[in-house]
């Protein structure tokens, strides 16, 4: 079977997907893999705060 043109191997078409990380990229430049969607929802202060929790666990954890 002939590879139709603009086609993958899988059958995708190629430029539209890279229409769409074109996109994409415009949309999230700068703002991380998430972009703000998530940015949002998280409370920065609590994350730090597990983080600081999680490694003083493994850091006494590994003193024994």
């Known amino acids: ?3 139709q043109t603009n086609k ?3 059958g995708t078409n190629i430029n539209e ?3 769409q990380n074109a996109k994409s ?3 999230t430049a700068g703002q991380g893999q998430f972009g ?3 940015g949002s929802e998280t409370d ?3 994350v730090r705060q597990q983080n600081q ?3 003083s666990r493994k850091n ?3 003193g024994k």
């Open 60 to 62: 006494q954890n590994a």
């Open 8 to 10: 993958s191997q899988a």
């Open 44 to 46: 920065v202060q609590s």
């Open 36 to 38: 703000t969607e998530f």
């Open 17 to 19: 997907v890279k229409q």
């Open 1 to 3: 079977m002939a590879n």
């Open 53 to 55: 929790q999680a490694e």
């Open 25 to 27: 990229a415009q949309g």
